[in-house]
């Protein structure tokens, strides 16, 4: 692992180069397009809003264009993807929900599995023959609280549900993805292969949207206490986006240094192998750092 600080600084000339940034119009997705595009790269704003998504894209110096992705509808999806007419090299699995409180997606998944996993699990089956390098998709570190419960994945039974353990299964959900996707990407030859990012503290617009005033005050404080800048907590993608790593990389903060901190740089890998049928534990088993 090199001592280097890495930052936005150091992304290489990405001319010619297009990347599919997905929740783009605010937090760590805006700030990773804004990055990408300032380095020459094409970047599509993938978001819900377009109207938002256009006051983003005005905001950032480059090439952009804003297209419209609902990812808690299998429609939008589809459409979305039916509407990329060309191939791109990146596609950066951003958008996501928070510990927000029990509904549904318009297909009748969890809001939190159902956006975070399952939207982006779509999307990318659908845009995968048109990717040409690499998969980024944005876990958490609440992987760890993450438990996949196979039984009962929309946390239908009893009224047990809650908001964080069931944003940890939809991280969990992420992070075996990447590593399935990257098993098979390698298994059919493909030169494409799968990442994930996660950005340690960072204070984003995710914090307030639990719908729970407790929480969101705590969360607030702790934003401007404890947490980095959504600048700082974007670094991981912008790192697992452009840099050489091993297939099935999970890049993020030092673990020592994932707050408000200038993070080093640590990329966790296993030999992709396939998910044990029953995931029970939201650990990334590690077999090399880099």
Known sequence: MSSHKWTATDLPNLDGRTYVVTGANSGLGLVTARELARAGGHVVLAVRDTAKGDKAAASIAGQTEVRKLDLSDLASIRAFAEGVDSDFDVLINNAGLMAVPQSKTKDGFETQIGTNHLGHFALTNQLLPKISERVVTVSSGAHRMGKIRLDDLNWERGGDYSPWPAYGQSKLANLLFTLELERRLQEAGSPVHAYAAHPGYAATNLQNRTENV?????????????????????????????????????????????????????????????PPPRASSGRCRKSSRR
């Open 214 to 274: 407790i929480q969101n005050t705590l969360m607030a404080v702790g934003n401007k206490v404890l947490a980095q800048s959504d600048e700082m907590g974007a670094l991981p993608s912008l790192y697992a986006a452009t840099q050489e790593l091993p297939g099935g990389s999970y890049v993020g903060p030092d673990a020592s240094r994932s707050s408000a901190a200038t993070p080093r740089w640590s990329a966790e890998t296993r030999a992709p192998a396939t």
